[in-house]
């Protein structure tokens, strides 16, 4: 008979513990910090080439929300720094890490291969907050390697790892995913097309790599 082990608790004691206690670095993680500057360049390279726009009638539908900027900054942010407090198990970790990195690389493919650019106004009307930071966004970030979405795929990858260790707490994450995917529409930051893809891409990427990692033994271990 199976016995399901206990669910992971996570405590203002784990979250401190969280904070201090020493974190493993390895090449993988190395790696994958240092993808952001590939993908500027990448980018840079779509800046002279012919870029194409993976549209649907859907979203020509959706409006351009700036409010939505700030759904889309907070809790990607909340997103990418949540696995860091939560991932114990080094097998875990390694896992997440590698999901990512497979992420990152598969989707350069696609944006060397098929450039897109985003669905973008010229210009972000308003005077407040939200208007700003949207203004912000479209500065900071290139407006080119749209599909897949890895900002989408990032958010799933670390929402399914969250829920790997603790199902209330990812299922919460999960939601959070699904906010960022609806906010890169309401942003014109990307397509619907970008948004399927990425969440896919996530998935796909979480099924291969956690594939015979029983959840029960990653608590287990977790708890020891």
Same mark, same amino acid.
């Given at each position: 008979?199976?016995?399901?082990?206990?669910?992971?608790?996570?405590?203002?004691?784990?979250?401190? +513990?969280?904070?201090? #206690?020493?974190?493993?670095?390895?090449?993988?993680?190395?790696?994958?910090?240092?993808? /952001?500057?590939?993908?500027?360049?990448?980018?840079?390279?779509?800046?002279?080439?012919?870029?194409?726009?993976?549209?649907? +009638?859907?979203?020509?539908?959706?409006?351009?929300?700036?409010?939505?900027?700030?759904?889309?900054?907070?809790?990607?942010?909340?997103?990418?720094?949540?696995?860091?407090?939560?991932?114990?198990?080094?097998?875990?970790?390694?896992?997440?890490?590698?999901?990512?990195?497979?992420?990152?690389?598969?989707?350069?493919?696609?944006?060397?291969?098929?450039?897109?650019?985003?669905?973008?106004?010229?210009?972000?009307?308003?005077?407040?907050?939200?208007?700003? +930071?949207?203004?912000?966004?479209?500065?900071?970030?290139?407006?080119?390697?749209?599909?897949?979405?890895?900002?989408?795929?990032?958010?799933?990858?670390?929402?399914?790892?969250?829920? #790997?260790?603790?199902? /209330?707490?990812?299922?919460?994450?999960?939601?959070?995913?699904?906010?960022?995917?609806?906010?890169?529409?309401?942003?014109?930051?990307?397509?619907?097309?970008?948004?399927?893809? +990425?969440?896919?891409?996530?998935?796909?990427?979480?099924?291969?790599?956690?594939?015979?990692?029983?959840?029960?033994?990653?608590?287990?271990?977790?708890?020891?």
């Amino acid at each position: 008979m199976n016995v399901t082990a206990p669910e992971k608790r996570i405590t203002w004691k784990s979250v401190r +513990g969280a904070l201090t #206690r020493p974190y493993p670095v390895t090449p993988g993680m190395v790696l994958l910090v240092s993808l /952001p500057l590939v993908y500027l360049l990448i980018a840079q390279r779509a800046h002279t080439l012919p870029s194409a726009k993976p549209e649907f +009638g859907l979203d020509r539908l959706i409006p351009l929300v700036p409010t939505w900027s700030l759904v889309y900054g907070a809790l990607y942010l909340f997103l990418i720094l949540l696995p860091v407090f939560v991932l114990r198990d080094r097998g875990l970790i390694d896992r997440t890490v590698r999901a990512y990195l497979s992420v990152w690389l598969l989707s350069f493919a696609v944006f060397i291969l098929y450039p897109t650019v985003a669905p973008r106004p010229d210009s972000v009307e308003g005077t407040g907050f939200a208007a700003w +930071g949207l203004r912000f966004l479209y500065d900071a970030d290139p407006p080119y390697n749209c599909f897949p979405s890895l900002h989408v795929a990032h958010s799933f990858v670390s929402a399914l790892a969250c829920a #790997r260790i603790h199902r /209330p707490l990812g299922r919460i994450a999960l939601l959070c995913a699904a906010q960022v995917a609806i906010s890169t529409l309401f942003i014109k930051q990307h397509y619907v097309a970008d948004v399927v893809a +990425g969440t896919l891409l996530a998935v796909a990427a979480c099924a291969f790599f956690y594939r015979g990692l029983p959840r029960e033994a990653v608590l287990e271990r977790d708890c020891d």
